[in-house]
Nanobody, 122 residues
Framework: QVQLVESGGGLVQPGGSLRLSCAAS????????MGWYRQAPGKERDLVAR???????NYADSVKGRFTISRDNAKNMVYLQMDSLKPEDTAVYYC????????????????WGQGTQVTVSS
């Protein structure tokens, strides 16, 4: 089993910044990709940004140029730097990771964190 724990959410004014962190733990063999998704009330969960183990990234069009995803492979952590925040960025942000863990043999996994609230409001 692999657990993900997010931190760093909160209330920020429009134009402000926040940095989200996500730590993966468990009998991890490898993590191929980590990402951030968000879900606003009444809406579906959508991809915000994703990064592979080689550092390749992709972003939702709505956050390009404002958000930056990065990861520390040695610590099994992923970060999301969010700048120039807008009210429409308000949502619960979820961390996601895909890879393999040890359980007698290697088992593929796709895990989610519990989510962290980001509210952008004056």
């Amino acid at each position: 089993q692999v657990q993900l724990v997010e931190s760093g959410g909160g209330l920020v004014q429009p134009g402000g910044s926040l940095r989200l962190s996500c730590a993966a733990s468990g009998s991890i063999f490898s993590i191929s990709a980590m990402g951030w998704y968000r879900q606003a009330p009444g809406k579906e969960r959508d991809l915000v940004a994703r990064i592979t183990s080689s550092g390749r990234t992709n972003y939702a069009d709505s956050v390009k140029g404002r958000f930056t995803i990065s990861r520390d492979n040695a610590k099994n952590m992923v970060y999301l730097q969010m700048d120039s925040l807008k009210p429409e960025d308000t949502a619960v942000y979820y961390c996601n990771a895909e890879g393999a863990y040890y359980k007698d043999s290697l088992v593929p996994f796709a895990s989610w964190g519990q989510g962290t609230q980001v509210t952008v409001s004056s």
